[in-house]
């Protein structure tokens, strides 16, 4: 009995000697990998924070890519330590993901369309956006999806296949936008209520003087006419100017009795 536990104790020194460093040097890189995945994210998080010419948006998703390629050379490195024929398990993962891609094609799209619009920038974080007549302030753009809140408060959220393929409208970015507003008139003081008008918009602040402002006639539709009205204003003051002309017009035409 003594013999065979001999004979056990000297195959496991054997083993020890021939792979414990192996094993030892597998489990320190392990160690330092699993370590080297927390450090590196957050070094790449406070880099790109402080670097002007980095997109802070970017910033998170750079930091993820950082940590899973981190742990993939970790892993590759490790498993080659311990005599593990890596590059059959790098095929065996190459064909599983294609598998998984090719399942997940929806998602893969939205992840694509997402890198798109974090590297093109239609928008940012806070800008005032329409997607194919989806309205709403941008609270988050990730992989995934867009995050909205509409002008009413409601969530909204978009596919990022459907944001990149869509038409987007960008009201934060126009420096200039024009007001249009109709204007029902009658028509015997059609000339009066041009006159009214355009007196009207010259005394809005906001309204800018290039281009011209101007009030044309729409439609007649007797006894009415319908005055068109165009005005210019910055982007920021948009909303703001077209809801007060819109009332200051229409208590100018009750003012001097030229209401339809």
Request: with cysteine.
């Amino acid at each position: 009995m003594a013999e065979k536990w001999d004979a056990a104790l000297a195959v496991m020194v054997g083993l020890l000697t021939q792979y414990g460093f192996d094993v030892l040097g597998a489990l320190v890189i392990a160690v330092l990998g699993w370590l080297a995945s927390k450090w590196v994210p957050a070094l790449v998080g406070r880099y790109g924070k402080r670097a002007p010419h980095v997109d802070r948006t970017l910033v998170p998703l750079l930091a993820s890519v950082a940590r899973i390629a981190v742990l993939g050379v970790t892993t590759v490195i490790v498993l080659d330590k311990l005599g593990v024929d890596t590059k059959s398990i790098l095929a065996v993962l190459g064909a599983f993901g294609l598998a998984i891609g090719l399942a997940l094609k929806d998602t893969v799209s939205d992840v694509a369309s997402g890198i798109v619009l974090l590297v093109l920038r239609p928008f940012d974080v806070g800008d005032d956006i329409d997607v194919d007549g989806t309205l709403g302030v941008v609270d988050a753009i990730d992989l995934f999806q867009v995050k909205l809140t509409s002008h009413d408060g409601v969530p909204i959220f978009l596919p990022n296949t459907k944001v990149r393929a869509g038409k987007i409208q960008n009201f934060t970015r126009a420096e200039r936008r024009c007001v249009e507003l109709t204007v029902p008139v009658s028509a015997r003081d059609m000339g009066k209520a041009i006159a009214a008008l355009e007196d009207e918009i010259t005394r809005e602040p906001r309204v800018l003087a290039e281009p011209a402002p101007l009030v044309k006639v729409a439609a007649i539709a007797p006894p009415s006419v319908q005055l068109v009205v165009r005005a210019w204003t910055s982007g920021a003051d948009f909303t703001a100017t077209r809801l007060d002309l819109m009332r200051r017009l229409k208590e100018r035409i009750d003012a001097d009795g030229l209401s339809a």
